[in-house]
């Protein structure tokens, strides 16, 4: 079964910089679509990148041009590197693992949600402060 593991939050000042990791393990080859989401308090899940082999295929309008999602095959593991954080980025984040039988379509930014992701990570939280 596949199995993820967020790391790499704290607190930051804002204009700063944080890179978050998501290491898979479990079945690897089978996740090629991977997103990020974050959550605050009292507030809904939203959806912040996506990636599919390696490829991004989406971000969010609130992190364009901040956020940028890679991957490392080898070491099965994903990023997420965070520049320029405001702190309205702050949240906890979550990696995700597409649902085996979607074949990548939730990475289309068309079909980008929550709901296509069925292996999720503990998250890690993300404190930018003024």
């Known amino acids: 079964q596949v199995q993820l593991v967020e790391s790499g939050g704290g607190s930051v000042q804002a204009g700063g910089s944080l890179r978050l990791s998501c290491v898979v393990s479990g079945l690897p080859s089978r996740v090629k679509c991977l997103g990020w989401f974050r959550q605050s308090p009292g507030k809904e899940r939203e959806g912040v990148a996506a990636?599919?082999?390696?490829?991004?295929?989406y971000s969010s309008e609130s992190v364009k041009g901040r956020f940028a999602a890679s991957h490392d095959n080898a070491e099965n593991t994903w990023y997420l590197q965070m520049d320029r954080l405001k702190p309205e980025d702050s949240a906890m984040y979550y990696c995700a693992a597409e649902s085996p039988t979607l074949y990548g379509l939730a990475c289309n930014p068309r079909n980008f949600n929550a709901g296509g992701f069925g292996h999720w990570g503990q998250g890690t939280q993300v404190t930018v402060s003024s």
């Open positions: 990636i599919y082999t390696g490829v991004p295929t």
